[in-house]
């Protein structure tokens, strides 16, 4: 199996410290540590951008290399038309995460341009979400 593409946006790199009461105390590099524990024939990779462009040069270099991307947009989610076309753009299948349900929180965050061209959306079930994302794309 080709490895799984981890995928942040924005503000994900002060998981630990920001809004933890929202996102919870564990960094995001901890946490990958558990994964790749969790997971250890999975291949994962992790990246991190909070950077709209760079984020979209790294889906465009992901063709044909990896089974999946896990991919949290942080607040691009609910502005990037340009990141949806750019999952629109690839073959690669790609699930949306969000550690806080994003339902239960402000009405902006209610729409993700994403949802529509990702394979499934996983919101609300902290760290979690990209656990169970992980699980959806490897089938077990
Ligand atoms: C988030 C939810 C977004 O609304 C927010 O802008 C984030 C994190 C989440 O993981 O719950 O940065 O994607």
């Not at 942080?74 to 999952?87: E, F, P, Q, R």
Request: hydrophobic share 40%; with cysteine; net charge negative.
């Amino acid at each position: 199996m080709k490895p799984i593409l981890i995928l942040n946006g924005p503000n994900l790199n002060l998981l630990g410290s920001r809004e933890p009461e929202i996102y919870g105390q564990q960094t995001f590099l901890d946490f990958f540590e558990e994964l790749k524990e969790l997971f250890p024939d999975a291949m994962l990779e992790y990246k991190q951008s909070n950077h709209e462009g760079q984020l979209l040069d790294w889906l465009h270099a992901t063709e044909g290399q990896y089974a999946g991307i896990i991919f949290n947009a942080g607040a691009y989610t609910h502005t990037s038309v340009a990141l949806a076309d750019g999952i629109a753009g690839i073959t690669t299948p790609v699930i949306e995460v969000h550690i806080s349900n994003v339902h239960k929180r402000e009405s902006f965050r209610h729409h993700s341009f994403l949802s529509p061209v990702c394979q499934g959306t996983i919101s609300g079930f902290g760290l979690t979400g990209y656990q169970l994302a992980i699980t959806a794309l490897i089938g077990s």
